[in-house]
């Protein structure tokens, strides 16, 4: 084999949307113009969706905490659900400015399984024996998670299992998860 075709395969293993591939969607290719729509205005206590204001493929879908009453939160873990003919979730996810705002280390994972196409399950949680965080004043970024468009159509992106826990793992019952964003391809 060539010293291209090696760096070819190289480069499509990595990363796979450079070829054609981009986040294990069933779809043809990238669709373009891929809009997101319904967000909810950020709000005490409450985790939501907040959608960039321009199109394109792939969008980043961001989840935003609007102001917490409770000071201890740990750790937040959720399940998006969408139309994996429609979107597809297109790694990497970016961790915000929440639960690391104090210098603290965090820990993230964000993904689909084989099995379930349709559900990304994303975790970000604190590291160690620390205290959780709350926050005052404006609202930051839990996370960002970019999306493709693969198939014409619309899809939501709804939360599911959705709880924020204390430094114990107990689930703070404050905290709400808003309801859907709507995705659309042309």
């Known amino acids: 084999m060539s010293a291209g075709r090696v760096t070819?395969?190289?480069l499509c293993a990595l990363l796979p949307a450079a070829c054609g591939g981009g986040g294990g969607g069933g779809?043809?290719?990238p669709v373009p113009g891929l809009t997101c729509g319904g967000t909810v205005a950020s709000a005490r206590d409450l985790v939501r969706f907040d959608c960039p204001a321009g199109s394109g493929s792939p969008i980043?879908?961001?989840?935003m905490i609007g102001e917490t009453t409770?000071?201890?939160i740990y750790g937040i873990k959720f399940d998006v659900v969408f139309n994996p003919a429609v979107v597809v979730f297109d790694p990497p996810a970016i961790e915000g400015d929440f639960l690391d705002q104090d210098g603290?280390?965090?820990a993230m994972e964000a993904g689909t399984q084989s099995n379930d196409p349709g559900r990304l399950v994303v975790s970000v949680t604190r590291v160690g024996a620390v205290g959780g965080v709350g926050l005052t004043g404006a609202?930051?970024?839990?996370?960002t998670l970019p999306f493709m468009g693969v198939g014409s159509g619309a899809t939501t992106l709804a939360f599911e299992n959705a709880e924020a826990v204390d430094p114990t793992?107990?689930?703070l019952a404050g905290i709400q998860f808003s309801g859907p964003v709507n995705l659309t391809s042309p």
Do not use: I
């Open 8 to 10: 070819a395969a190289l």
């Open 27 to 29: 779809g043809s290719g």
């Open 60 to 63: 980043a879908v961001r989840v």
């Open 70 to 72: 409770p000071t201890n």
């Open 104 to 106: 603290n280390g965090t």
């Open 139 to 143: 609202e930051k970024t839990v996370v």
């Open 169 to 171: 793992g107990t689930p």
